[in-house]
């Protein structure tokens, strides 16, 4: 016999053992790994990690690895490397800012609606709350990503505060005037040391106010429309906001705490008695605020025409990763454990703990049903500003790539204003003129879709 | 007079080379092949579409005025950071050079920061720095100084250019002092001799003789300056506030990892490295003629 003969009756015999093996027996498999990198730390980590343990625990085919790789650009940078590498991971979480160079790497990811259609597993986009929906859906109606971790901006207020002040504790400013005019009474009474202060400036100043006001981010429906899109949000609406927070800091009617979350640590401690905030930021002002509190819907200008719009969505989604490498039982398995994170039961419990919105529509009802909103006071206002608000042309968010970076470009410009520098229009036309650059380079370098 | 070596192992010099040349290959010619060959490419992110572009990269940045403020802010943050290390330095070598008893005590306190992590020192400085904690910035705010390089950025280039210095004074110092340990006594004590003074002996023959270092330190702490002070900026400012400190080979960084402009981003590694290489060239032809060796 030659070698290579030897070789060949060598593999055969081996495929029919195994072939035999696996017809007769299901032997103990090592089951398939679904690697999933989240952008989360603290309570909302430990729940993901948590609910992939159930997963594991509940059959044996897959074992969903959840991982935190770093902060949301970290881990996109890393999640780039590894594609390229052609090992991305199965599924990345992706705050809402960094969607828009996602939704341009079409053939870098697979559209959650596809995954689960393949897996041959039922998904209704429609099962997803109407805004999500709008904010990570194709004209076509199928999904690109999976909306998990969904919140929109409230208004905090201390109660304790503006009793100090004499105002009245059970009613929240609707209104900018009225909220401009509660901090000042605050800070004449002394009641806090700042009146109001607020966490992400652009996600509240600039994407949430376009929302709540129908003004738009940009042209070609706030990139929706086009790589090409400009941006124009140096117009007098979002200017006057960024004037009114410049007047408001001479007082310290409003106080500056920083371009993310830091802020909320100011409303935390008692030093402002209002805070503008993600509603997922809830159950850290649960745990650690010796006060109480009060939630309300992110304020609007009365003499906007139409307003108040609905607010619109943030948090982040769930994106699945394509390789040339992946296998079909891979996908099933990703689309399992997504149906897994997307079960009521897992959506319910992310909601009440943590402050975020249930995703879908199942989720929500389940939580009405069994009074949850009754007992928790407040907790249904964010639900209440995001899809009870009126709809208008652009209250669905936006679609901008290099948003991550525009959103710094914001922050640096009004940071000026806000030590007066310069004025909030010279501010906003400076964001404006950076980062459309962005945005050509963006459109220079994306792929063609 | 027969004093030829005979070496006649024709692999054994390779096999010697070898470790220092694969090291040199894979962390410097790998990756700089790279980038210049990413310096021609127009791609996105995900390489899902790559295009030749020529030296559309180039043209595109170059013609970037943020790029331009770069260049600028660079060229003033290196010039800035290797007066502030090399002139400490020399002071201190001098006067370690001088003392007679527990010089190594001295010597070693010099040299310490050295072994500091870039990262580490730059969080101390940014903690002594820091407008509500930081001791320097109290005693700054008491003298009237409305101290704030969080959002001030000539506070912030301030607070990373002294970083950065005293981080370099220590490696300075221990090339200053060796070339000072140098210099021939008898030189020195001939001059004492004819009467000069102390300075007059410094600027005539100390400093001419220690021309050699100091100039082998020019050429090193604009490079370092250049490169490695990225731990110390990352951790201190992030390039902030506003782009303040944001030096070139932080720029590499940001428009690479964070904005993903893979060609924008590797063709400014490629100017870069076309920068320091010229500088380096400049130094060494027309400072060199002026050394005294």
């Not at chain 1, 897959?62 to 935190?68: D, R, T």
């Not at chain 1, 194709?138 to 105002?167: E, Q």
């Not at chain 1, 139409?306 to 398995?333: C, D, H, Q």
């Not at chain 2, 428009?255 to 590797?266: E, I, K, M, Q, W």
């Amino acid at each position: 016999m030659r070698p290579h003969q030897l070789l060949l009756g060598v593999t055969l015999a081996l495929a029919l053992a195994t072939a035999s093996t696996h017809g007769f027996a299901q032997p103990a498999r090592a089951p398939i790994e679904i690697h999933m990198w989240m952008g989360l730390t603290g309570l909302g980590g430990e729940l993901l990690a948590k609910y992939g343990e159930e997963f594991n625990k509940a059959q044996n085919e897959f074992k969903a690895v959840v991982s935190f790789k770093g902060q949301y650009p970290e881990q996109r940078a890393a999640a780039v490397a590894a594609y390229r590498a052609g090992n991305p991971p199965h599924i990345m979480q992706m705050f809402d800012a960094g969607s828009g160079d996602m939704m341009a790497a079409r053939g870098a990811i697979v559209p959650v609606s596809d995954v689960f259609q393949r897996a041959g597993l039922q998904f209704n986009p429609a099962d997803f709350i109407a805004p999500a929906r709008g904010y990570y859906g194709l004209p076509d109606g199928r999904l690109l990503s999976m909306p998990f971790n969904v919140s929109t901006t409230v208004l905090f207020y201390n109660k304790d505060a503006f009793a100090r002040a004499a105002l009245d504790p059970e009613k929240p400013p609707r209104t900018w005037p009225e909220l401009i005019d509660a901090a000042r009474k605050i800070r004449q009474a002394n009641a806090t040391a700042c009146g109001y202060t607020t966490t992400w400036l652009a996600w509240v100043m600039l994407e949430q106010f376009s929302s709540r006001h129908n003004v738009p981010i940009g042209t070609q429906g706030n990139g929706r429309g086009g790589l090409n899109a400009e941006l124009t949000f140096n117009t007098s609406r979002p200017v006057r906001m960024v004037q009114t927070l410049v007047d408001m800091q001479k007082d310290k009617s409003f106080d500056y705490g920083g371009r993310s979350n830091d802020a909320a640590a100011k409303f935390i401690s008692g030093e402002c008695a209002m805070l503008t905030q993600s509603s997922g930021g809830l159950g850290s002002i649960v745990r650690d605020a010796k006060f109480k509190f009060g939630v309300g819907q992110l304020p609007y200008w009365p003499d906007v025409q139409g307003a108040p719009y609905a607010t619109t969505i943030g948090g982040a989604s769930l994106w699945v990763f394509n390789a040339p490498t992946r296998s079909a039982a891979e996908f099933k398995g990703v689309a399992q454990f997504l149906a897994h994170l997307r079960s009521t039961p897992v959506l319910t419990d992310w909601a009440k703990r943590t402050g975020f919105l249930p995703a879908t529509n199942a989720a929500f009802k389940a939580m009405q049903a069994e009074g949850f909103f009754k007992d928790n006071p407040g907790r249904d206002v964010p639900i209440l500003s995001l899809i009870e608000g009126r709809q208008g042309e652009h209250t669905n968010g936006y679609r901008f790539g290099r948003w991550t970076e525009i959103r710094d470009f914001y922050h640096e410009e009004v940071e000026r204003a806000l030590q007066g520098q310069q004025t909030a229009q010279t501010a906003l036309d400076n964001a404006v003129r950076r980062g459309n650059a962005a945005l050509r380079a963006f459109e220079r370098t994306a792929a063609p879709n | 007079m027969r004093r030829k070596v005979i070496f006649n192992n024709k692999v054994l010099p390779y096999v010697l080379v070898a470790p220092q040349l694969a090291i040199t290959l894979v962390f410097f010619f790998w990756p700089a092949g790279q980038a210049v060959y990413m310096s021609v490419l127009q791609q996105d992110a995900f390489g899902e579409s790559v295009r030749f572009a020529g030296l559309a990269n180039f043209a595109y940045v170059l013609a970037d005025p943020d790029y331009v403020k770069a260049l600028w802010r660079t060229a003033y943050f290196s010039v800035a950071v290797t007066a502030l290390s090399l002139v400490p330095a020399l002071v201190l070598a001098v006067m370690a050079d001088r003392v007679i008893r527990g010089g190594t005590v001295y010597k070693t306190i010099v040299i310490v920061p050295y072994a500091i992590a870039p990262a580490v020192a730059g969080v101390l400085w940014l903690f002594l720095f820091n407008p509500s904690v930081g001791v320097i910035a109290y005693g700054l705010r008491a003298a009237g100084v409305p101290w704030n390089p969080t959002l001030e950025g000539a506070h912030a280039m301030i607070l990373v250019i002294i970083a950065a210095s005293w981080k370099h004074v220590s490696y300075a110092f221990l090339f200053f002092l060796a070339g000072l340990q140098a210099i021939p006594r008898s030189l020195l004590e001939a001059a004492a001799i004819d009467g000069a003074s102390e300075a007059r002996r410094f600027w005539a023959i100390v400093f001419p003789l220690l021309s050699p270092t100091t100039f082998f330190l020019l050429v090193v702490g604009v490079v370092y300056a250049f490169f490695d002070t990225f731990g110390l900026i990352h951790a201190v400012t992030a390039g902030g506030p506003a782009k303040a400190t944001e030096i070139l080979v932080y720029k590499v960084y940001y428009d690479g990892v964070h904005a993903l402009d893979l060609g924008g981003s590797s063709a400014q590694s490629v100017i870069l490295m076309a920068i320091v290489i010229a500088l380096t060239a400049i130094q060494f032809r027309y400072i060199e003629r002026k050394v005294h060796y």
